[in-house]
């Protein structure tokens, strides 16, 4: 089990920026790909970047060149850095751990952390 505590989100104007963290209770192991989602009022939960244990990202395209995903292991710890934030970047950001044992999925999330960008 793990569990995962994110902290930064708020109440940023349109091209602002913020700096979500995700905070894991245990090491980040190297089978760990970890990755923040969100969700916005009437919407289902999307991926908005992923990172692998090697350091591989991926971001939804309405993100690639304003949002950064890192992680530091040392620290248990994963980061996205938004920045150019726009309105309809608004919703509750989710942070999961996810690996597999045995071949079965194992998905971990945390309470998320509100973002609200006024226009």
């Known amino acids: 089990q793990v569990q995962l505590v994110e902290s930064g989100g708020g109440l940023v104007q349109a091209g602002g920026s913020l700096r979500l963290s995700c905070a894991a209770s245990?090491?980040?192991?190297?089978?760990?790909?970890m990755g923040w989602y969100r969700q916005a009022p009437g919407n289902q939960r999307e991926l908005v970047a992923g990172?692998?244990?090697?350091?591989?990202?991926n971001y939804a395209d309405s993100v690639k060149g304003r949002f950064t995903i890192s992680r530091d292991n040392a620290k248990n710890t994963v980061y996205l850095q938004m920045n150019s934030l726009k309105p309809e970047d608004t919703a509750v950001y989710y942070c999961?751990?996810?690996?597999?044992?045995?071949?079965?999925?194992?998905?971990?999330w945390g309470q998320g952390t509100p973002v609200t960008v006024s226009s």
């Open positions: 999961n751990l996810r690996n597999y044992r045995l071949g079965v999925r194992y998905d971990y």
């Open positions: 245990r090491s980040i192991f190297s089978s760990d790909t």
């Open positions: 990172i692998t244990s090697g350091g591989t990202t």
